[in-house]
């Protein structure tokens, strides 16, 4: 079976009526996790992004501490998986601002990590990416916050 294009799912969810439209989110919300997250984001928490950016740094916190600091390899998959839970989130706020301060607070977490990030290059290349990201976000968005955001990326490096 072929996806329909979204500009046709648009046109065909404007002829839907609410109450099968609401039926239609909650059935979709059933199938996968990440649905029904989403929808809570959009239900609940878009109308306060300084509060949900500071719970999901809360959530990247305790994930953070969770690290299996034994071997560098589980370490490595824990901070994918941070960073993976991460991106989601931002996904979730379609927010330049959200993006640049979670992804600033990854790296410094993983900075300040009790792994050395010059001796490991998997490691390096992880933060090394996320700061090319960030640059590559904050060029984007308005001059005092460029500024602002330019002088955390500095202590970074």
């Known amino acids: 079976m072929k996806a329909a294009a979204i500009n046709e799912l648009k046109q065909e969810l404007g002829n839907v009526s609410p109450a099968k439209l609401a039926e239609l989110c909650l059935r979709l919300a059933k199938f996968k996790k990440e649905n029904k997250e989403l929808l809570t984001y959009l239900?609940?928490?878009?109308?306060?992004?300084?509060?949900?950016i500071l719970n999901v740094k809360q959530e990247m916190d305790?994930?953070?501490?969770?690290?299996?600091?034994?071997?560098?390899?589980?370490?490595?998959?824990?901070?994918?998986?941070?960073?993976r839970t991460t991106n989601k989130y931002i996904r979730f706020t379609q927010s330049k601002h959200a993006?640049?301060?979670?992804?600033?607070?990854?790296?410094?977490?993983?900075?300040?990590?009790?792994?050395?990030?010059?001796?490991?290059?998997?490691?390096?290349?992880?933060?090394?990416?996320?700061?090319?990201?960030?640059?590559?976000?904050?060029?984007?968005?308005?001059?005092?916050?460029?500024?602002?955001?330019?002088?955390?990326?500095?202590?970074?490096l």
């Open 62 to 83: 305790a994930q953070f501490d969770e690290v299996n600091k034994t071997n560098i390899y589980f370490a490595k998959k824990s901070f994918r998986k941070i960073l």
């Open 99 to 156: 993006e640049v301060e979670l992804l600033l607070h990854f790296c410094t977490r993983l900075k300040d990590s009790s792994f050395s990030l010059k001796r490991n290059v998997i490691l390096n290349n992880i933060y090394q990416n996320q700061l090319k990201k960030i640059n590559k976000t904050v060029a984007t968005l308005h001059e005092d916050l460029q500024y602002d955001y330019l002088k955390e990326i500095e202590k970074l």
């Open 43 to 52: 239900l609940f928490e878009n109308f306060d992004q300084q509060a949900y």
